[in-house]
């Protein structure tokens, strides 16, 4: 029997721009997808129920074509607790967790930076051409990342595609932030959003604009974070969420749940995608924010940053 497991991450700041090359900075969260092979049947189990082929199947196939076909029988459990299209990366962690557990499979030791790079095809696959290896690298890597098109120091690996090239650093935390995640009850569809933002900065140079700003925002937020000064940071992802929503990919439902956690947050945004998904708060005051998104009608997750990234074994 093989097994791998992975994280989900929230994007602190960055998404979208980290798509034009821009930094972006992102932390794994203590939800994990947790997968078991083994070669004895021909099923494919997601949290107990068949597989649906609509969300999963294209990353399984994918998956399978990476680690080289042909495979013989394969029967896949997968636990997820990251929920489905809440922009708390539960495609990447399904991706590098079954690429891992595939090569476990295979008698192969998963390599970090190797798992991190197919999993980012899957991703690209998937989303058709348009991702960045955040959400992928940051769930390979466990704890925060900063993704940037430029070498810097702390580095994890480099990654390479479309004539792009993002360096995948760490960075250390003093002490964790807490974030508290409220999920909007609408689907973050994010490559639709990827797309629609590319049309958006080609048409209109302000977007263009806005695509910067996010950028230097997240750089300034790895500064912020590695200081521990969460105060600046808050204020820095109040700036971002203004963006991105002058970028058109917030929803009311989002700036709703922003508007109720900010009153006891160091600041508050939409994360990953947006057009629906999740928001975070980042607060020392975990259970009142929590408190205010349960009154605005979410089911909130207080939710701590994880050092645990990819694991696997045979
Ligand atoms: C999605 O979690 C983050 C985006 O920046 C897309 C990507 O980086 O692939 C919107």
Redesign the pocket.
Known sequence: MAWASAPGKV?LLG??A??FGEP?IAVALDLRTKIRIDGRGTSIMVNGEPLQEKLHLPHVHQALALTGEPWGPLDIRIESAVPRAS?L?SSAALSAALIAALQEARGLKPQPRDVARLAFEV?LAV?EG???P??TSTSVAGGAVLVDSVKGPGLLWDLERGGKHWFLHRLNLAKPPALVVGHSGERAP?GQ??AMVHERVRRDPRDLQRIRSLGALAREGAKALSASDFRGLGQLMDRAHADLRALGVSTPRLDELVHAARKRSFGAKLT??GGGGSIIALTEHPNDVAAALRTAGCDPIVASVTPRGLEAGA
């Open positions: 994007i998404e979208h980290v798509v972006a922009g990366g991703e989303q348009r991702a960045s955040t959400d994010t959003m990827v990953g995608a």
